[in-house]
């Protein structure tokens, strides 16, 4: 727990934004919520047929997992992407079940004698919803607001797998480091958050009732504060768009790094404001997002950008490969820079210990014995070109179970502790080194050349050619041993991507 307190005292000021943008997200989230549902739930209970099959529509969207979720708004126009617009879309749509339900259950609940009552005095159907059934049901409306918001901070949490912020971002980088301490600095602020939360609106609740008259005005001033929020948080979020070069990374360790190393190459090369959308997810995600606009730069890799990307065949000449792959890009106004200046292609691992035993060199050496192991891949590797299946049939590679699927990070500790016999990790883990893993040697060159190189918008570099410049900077800077070095740094040592950026850059000035 020290750990902790001593992670969050030196990260104070992004904790209090992940913090701010956590909130944020909530409270804008859960507002849209309860604007959409209450007047849903309300035409419900004067359409009775209605209200069981709007409860099951919502009762179908709260069953759908919300990484899939996040994943089905990706490519959905408008409403989808990458950032806080696809994450509110999914928070409201989880928010909306427990709010319309307890809605419903709380009008359909008062008593049949007090709405005759009411039509006795001469109210009409419009006064009797406002001045008699609303009052009445609002504790009922109150739970419900309760359980979309606690639902909402959990949830928000995973929406910075889509580079939409919060105190998620903690834990996905804790999980790419596989650092407690990173996990945690995350997780207890959230799981803080929404304590207070519960604990707060269920204050409130108990007051409503109790004194139902006081407590109508109340939710009255509650409701409009965080319209206010809404379009406070709306503001804040087209500000952060405007005029800022949005730089996006896919979710492991070397892109976090080298996410870290453009952006603050952009910074301090132009002046020009940088918004970071780093830990996205898998190649596509972070394709889509360029294309569409979301980000404007991330690193690629030549070989990664040719097969999966593009769906060409492999090749192994690097020249040829950079040439190919940068005309693709210029045909869809993308750019392909100059490469970095390493080659980080797959590295079949396994311990160092099991090799200097049985005398493996060359995949091929591991071929005969490959049906007594077992394998763990990351997700990307079962299914890409480049992957799995090319790669079992070149070298006949048959093991004594099929592959299990796992985090590429995760997966270099998972081969050290003997859960897996052999993976597919990156020939610039720091972890290799630390772990004492050995990289067979790929003999029959069935993996293509992965020249890591930055990948922009054409528009952002014509619109800033000072970008550009900057970026160019960057061509040949990187070698191997330096990308080996900062990853070691990330995994094994627990450094922050921003810190080992910051110390290359220096460095290389």
Same mark, same amino acid.
């Given at each position: 727990?020290?750990?902790?307190?001593?992670?969050?005292?030196?990260?104070?000021?992004?904790?209090?934004?992940?913090?701010?943008?956590?909130?944020?997200?909530?409270?804008? @989230?859960? +507002? $849209? /919520?309860? %604007? !959409? =549902?209450?007047?849903?739930?309300?035409?419900?209970?004067? *359409?009775?047929?209605?209200?069981?099959?709007?409860?099951?529509?919502?009762?179908?969207?709260?069953?759908?997992?919300?990484?899939?979720?996040?994943?089905?708004?990706?490519?959905?126009?408008?409403?989808?992407?990458?950032?806080?617009?696809?994450?509110?879309?999914?928070?409201?749509?989880?928010?909306?079940?427990?709010?319309?339900?307890?809605?419903?259950?709380?009008?359909?609940?008062?008593?049949?004698?007090?709405?005759?009552?009411?039509?006795?005095?001469?109210?009409?159907?419009?006064?009797?919803?406002?001045?008699?059934?609303?009052?009445?049901?609002?504790?009922?409306?109150?739970?419900?607001?309760?359980?979309?918001?606690?639902?909402?901070?959990? @949830?928000? +949490? $995973? /929406?910075? %797998? !889509? =580079?939409?912020?919060?105190?998620?971002?903690?834990?996905? *980088?804790?999980?790419?480091?596989?650092?407690?301490?990173?996990?945690?600095?995350?997780?207890?602020?959230?799981?803080?958050?929404?304590?207070?939360?519960?604990?707060?609106?269920?204050?409130?609740?108990?007051?409503?009732?109790?004194?139902?008259?006081?407590?109508?005005?109340?939710?009255?001033?509650?409701?409009?504060?965080?319209?206010?929020?809404?379009?406070?948080?709306?503001?804040?979020?087209?500000?952060?768009?405007?005029?800022?070069?949005?730089?996006?990374?896919?979710?492991?360790?070397?892109?976090?790094?080298?996410?870290?190393?453009?952006?603050?190459?952009?910074?301090?090369?132009?002046?020009?404001?940088?918004?970071?959308?780093?830990?996205?997810?898998? +190649?596509?995600?972070?394709?889509?997002?360029?294309?569409?606009?979301?980000?404007?730069?991330?690193?690629?890799?030549?070989?990664?950008?040719?097969?999966?990307?593009?769906?060409?065949?492999?090749?192994?000449?690097?020249?040829?490969?950079?040439?190919?792959?940068?005309?693709?890009?210029?045909?869809?106004?993308?750019?392909?820079?100059?490469?970095?200046?390493?080659?980080?292609?797959?590295?079949?691992?396994?311990?160092?210990?099991?090799?200097?035993?049985?005398?493996?060199?060359?995949?091929?050496?591991?071929?005969?014995?490959?049906?007594?192991?077992?394998?763990?891949?990351?997700?990307?590797?079962?299914?890409?070109?480049?992957?799995?299946?090319?790669?079992?049939?070149?070298?006949?590679?048959?093991?004594?179970?099929?592959?299990?699927?796992?985090?590429? +990070?995760?997966?270099?500790?998972?081969?050290?502790?003997?859960?897996?016999?052999?993976?597919?990790?990156?020939?610039?883990?720091?972890?290799?080194?630390?772990?004492?893993?050995?990289?067979?040697?790929?003999?029959?060159?069935?993996?293509?050349?992965?020249?890591?190189?930055?990948?922009?918008?054409?528009?952002?570099?014509?619109?800033?050619?000072?970008?550009?410049?900057?970026?160019?900077?960057?061509?040949?800077?990187?070698?191997?041993?330096?990308?080996?070095?900062?990853?070691?740094?990330?995994?094994?040592?627990?450094?922050?991507?921003?810190?080992?950026?910051?110390?290359?850059?220096?460095?290389?000035?």
């Amino acid at each position: 727990m020290t750990a902790v307190v001593r992670f969050w005292l030196t990260h104070a000021g992004e904790l209090a934004t992940l913090v701010g943008e956590h909130v944020l997200l909530v409270a804008v @989230s859960t +507002t $849209i /919520a309860v %604007a !959409i =549902g209450v007047p849903l739930a309300i035409f419900a209970t004067r *359409r009775p047929r209605l209200a069981s099959p709007l409860v099951a529509i919502a009762n179908v969207v709260q069953t759908i997992p919300s990484l899939a979720m996040f994943g089905f708004l990706l490519p959905v126009p408008l409403v989808g992407g990458i950032g806080a617009r696809a994450a509110l879309v999914v928070l409201i749509l989880y928010g909306l079940l427990p709010i319309v339900r307890s809605t419903i259950v709380g009008i359909s609940g008062i008593d049949s004698s007090i709405r005759a009552a009411g039509v006795a005095m001469g109210m009409t159907d419009r006064e009797l919803l406002r001045q008699v059934e609303l009052p009445l049901a609002l504790p009922s409306i109150v739970a419900g607001i309760r359980v979309a918001a606690v639902v909402g901070v959990g @949830s928000a +949490t $995973i /929406a910075a %797998a !889509i =580079g939409a912020g919060g105190l998620g971002q903690y834990i996905y *980088r804790g999980l790419s480091m596989v650092d407690s301490t990173v996990i945690l600095a995350g997780a207890i602020p959230a799981a803080l958050l929404a304590l207070i939360v519960d604990g707060g609106l269920l204050w409130f609740e108990r007051q409503l009732s109790t004194r139902r008259r006081t407590g109508s005005r109340r939710s009255v001033a509650v409701a409009a504060s965080l319209a206010i929020v809404a379009l406070l948080g709306s503001a804040v979020v087209a500000a952060r768009a405007s005029g800022a070069i949005v730089v996006g990374s896919k979710n492991f360790t070397e892109q976090l790094i080298l996410g870290e190393i453009v952006a603050q190459t952009i910074e301090r090369e132009t002046g020009l404001p940088v918004q970071r959308r780093l830990n996205l997810g898998g +190649t596509l995600i972070c394709d889509r997002a360029l294309r569409t606009g979301d980000i404007d730069v991330y690193v690629e890799y030549t070989g990664t950008a040719l097969m999966a990307i593009f769906q060409q065949p492999a090749a192994t000449d690097p020249a040829a490969v950079l040439d190919r792959v940068r005309e693709l890009y210029a045909g869809s106004g993308r750019t392909l820079l100059r490469p970095l200046g390493f080659d980080n292609t797959f590295a079949i691992l396994v311990r160092g210990a099991e090799a200097r035993r049985r005398g493996l060199r060359t995949i091929d050496d591991a071929a005969p014995v490959a049906p007594l192991w077992r394998a763990g891949f990351g997700y990307e590797f079962l299914e890409r070109p480049d992957g799995y299946r090319g790669l079992a049939k070149t070298y006949d590679l048959t093991f004594r179970s099929p592959p299990q699927v796992m985090d590429l +990070t995760l997966s270099y500790r998972a081969l050290a502790s003997g859960q897996v016999d052999l993976i597919a990790g990156d020939a610039t883990a720091g972890l290799i080194k630390g772990l004492d893993l050995f990289r067979l040697e790929d003999n029959r060159r069935y993996f293509p050349p992965y020249d890591a190189v930055p990948v922009a918008r054409a528009s952002t570099l014509l619109r800033y050619p000072q970008v550009r410049k900057a970026l160019e900077g960057l061509a040949g800077r990187i070698s191997a041993a330096d990308m080996q070095e900062m990853n070691y740094a990330a995994d094994a040592q627990h450094e922050g991507a921003a810190d080992i950026a910051r110390r290359f850059l220096d460095r290389a000035r």
